[in-house]
């Protein structure tokens, strides 16, 4: 019933910036605590960002101090601002509420030189 949509993939140099953007109903997000996940060809999926209704944060070590989770409550969005990006952040990246709904299609983060 609910669609999750991440736009704002694409291909960046090591050291390169994207912005990630996830819309969903507001009903989702006014209730549920928002994650980011990424997975790689063979890999498991796995959580690297969440943030709760009231705005508190969490991230994967191997991300501390580059990617940025946030809500903007107006546009029913979930942001993740990913900086200083390494070749090993390349993943598809969905965005989901925890506890978890269906997934949507992720988009697309390659991170090559």
């Known amino acids: 019933q609910v669609q999750l949509v991440e736009s704002g993939g694409g291909l960046v140099q090591p050291g390169g910036s994207l912005r990630l953007t996830c819309a969903a109903s507001?009903?989702?997000?006014?209730?549920?605590?928002m994650g980011w996940y990424r997975q790689a060809p063979g890999q498991q999926r796995e959580l690297v960002a969440g943030?709760?209704?009231?705005?508190?944060?969490n991230y994967d070590d191997s991300v501390k101090g580059r990617f940025t989770i946030s809500r903007d409550k107006a546009k029913n969005t979930v942001y993740l601002q990913m900086n200083s990006l390494k070749p090993e952040d390349t993943a598809v990246y969905y965005c989901?509420?925890?506890?978890?709904?269906?997934w949507g299609q992720g988009t697309q983060v390659t991170v090559s030189s």
């Open positions: 943030i709760t209704t009231s705005g508190s944060t």
């Open positions: 989901n509420i925890i506890p978890n709904s269906p």
């Open positions: 507001r009903r989702f997000f006014s209730r549920y605590t």
